[in-house]
């Protein structure tokens, strides 16, 4: 009898085919470019502190750092392939992945591109960053290599066998860093040459938001994970672990924000979306289930998760903002 759950799907078939368009347009998405607001957003956040605390914005800084840090996103999401083909996660294994969230591209597994041309396109996309990174150290001063090379090596060191920071129960860890703290951080101290307590502060949510959508992607990877000794945190810790890690960073996002806002780092009507997002991470909180038959109620909490993150953050870019207007 046929699985009705539709654990197989996969890109389009349509992907195939010969010439250097072809090729280009699989390249393009086998990046993964709908999540990239993940790296867009908190630099956003950054460099709106920065133009709203301290009156300083360049252009071409932000359009240089922007296009770096996705680079940087790229390579990692192209790599985090490689290594879970590798260690066997995707390939036969992850037969209740809900695609396109969870499970990888599934480029390599569907023949679209080999393994090595996955490799040699993760490493191209780091090389890239790393160019910006020279760049913008030369505008900017050698400050720039240190955020830059944390952020990239982060993200490849995420999925490279023999350290595999996902399968050691710190990967959550290194996401919340390296897609909360780095960039928004990273963003104001290029526009301002210093990192300040409320820089520091506002990376609190974004570091929280960016860690919980992990944890939600880890809840229908789970077996799969389990069987190839990927040991994250959702694997070690169970579902009923996994709801209060992700009440956890819920919890965090909304300290934060109400503690940004008793310092007069954000505006008090801030508290009206901090709320609102605290809710949202409430209601999928409920969706954290291995069971076959939660499926829907996984992938609803995955997109709210999502959800949260991109109207977290722009929130936060309107409040800060707003400061400086008024």
Known sequence: MPDTHQSLDQPSPALAGP??????????????????????????VGTSWASAAYHRFDGALLALALAGMVLAHAAANVYNDVGDDLNGADPDNNTERIYPYTGGSRFIQSGLL???????????????ALAIGIVLARARGPGVIAFGVAGLGLG??????????????????????????????????????????????????VSAW??????????????????????????RCGANGARWIYAGLT???????????????????????????????????????????????VKKSIELTLLAHVLGCVALIVAILSQRVH
Not at 20 to 31: D, Q, V
Not at 172 to 190: D, I, K, R
Request: charged fraction near 15%; glycine fraction near 8%.
């Open 19 to 44: 010439g250097l368009a072809a090729a280009a347009r699989r390249a393009f998405l086998a990046t993964r470019p709908p999540f990239f607001t993940a790296s867009v957003l908190p630099v956003l």
């Open 114 to 128: 080999t393994r090595k041309q996955m490799t040699r396109l993760a490493l191209g996309l780091a090389a890239a």
């Open 156 to 205: 490849l060191l995420y999925s490279l066998p023999g350290v595999q920071l996902s399968a050691r129960g710190v990967g959550e860890a290194a996401v919340a860093v390296g897609f909360g703290a780095l960039p928004v951080l990273g963003a104001a101290w290029l526009q301002t040459g210093h990192i300040d307590a409320g820089a520091a502060l506002l990376s609190l949510p």
């Open 210 to 235: 960016a860690a919980a959508i992990l944890i939600m992607n880890e809840v229908p990877d789970v077996d799969s994970d389990r069987r190839v000794r990927k040991r994250t945190l959702v694997v």
């Open 251 to 297: 919890a965090i996002a909304l300290a934060a924000s109400l503690a940004a806002i008793v310092l007069r780092i954000l505006p008090r009507w801030y508290a009206v979306p901090a709320l609102a997002l605290a809710a949202v991470g409430v209601l999928a909180l409920s969706g954290i289930s291995f069971e076959r038959s939660a499926r829907r109620r």
